[in-house]
């Protein structure tokens, strides 16, 4: 995986929340360069589609094209995705809430998650359930999602 250069500022506390299934809602966020910094920023690789999911949140609100790239399985990878944080009308990312995380099988899963964010001066919530496949290179990407 190639080092991204996010166009924002790398954060103390990652924007992911540390996400997860049942998480209290008083936890803590961890620190961005334990949670998904060492992945945005190539040092490892996501273990688990629930892994990656948050670090492709954290992603979006950092601007971090490439790795959304990288982290997309290429059959539906967008030509055109302009990620830009700082863009007018782009969204600002407010918060991930994870619903549930089924490993369906070694090189599958689903993550159901829920992603506010504001445009407009309005909130929206983004309600998805995402497939994830893992690569013969080992490699979580995400395929495709339902938005409900
Ligand atoms: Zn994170």
């Known amino acids: ?19 997860a299934p049942n ?12 949670c998904c910094g060492r992945f945005i920023d190539g040092a490892a690789v996501p273990a688990t589609a629930l892994e990656l999911i948050r670090s492709r949140y954290t992603a979006y609100a950092l601007g971090a094209e490439a790795y959304l790239r990288a982290t ?4 539906t990878c967008p030509a055109d995705l302009d990620v830009d944080p700082a863009a ?18 070694d090189d599958h899963a689903i993550v159901e998650f829920v992603a506010r964010y504001k445009t407009g001066g309005r909130a929206f919530r983004l309600h998805e359930t995402s497939r994830f496949e893992r690569g ?5 990407r995400y395929v495709d999602g339902d938005v409900s």
């Open 88 to 105: 007018e009308g782009a969204p600002r990312w407010l918060g991930l809430s994870i619903k549930r995380h089924e490993q369906c099988d």
């Open 136 to 140: 013969g290179d080992g490699r979580w």
């Open 23 to 34: 998480q209290k809602p008083a936890a803590r966020a961890p620190r961005y360069a334990d």
């Open 1 to 19: 995986m190639n080092a991204d250069t996010p166009r924002a500022a790398r954060p103390v506390d990652c924007p992911c929340g540390g996400a």
């Open 72 to 75: 997309w399985a290429p059959q």
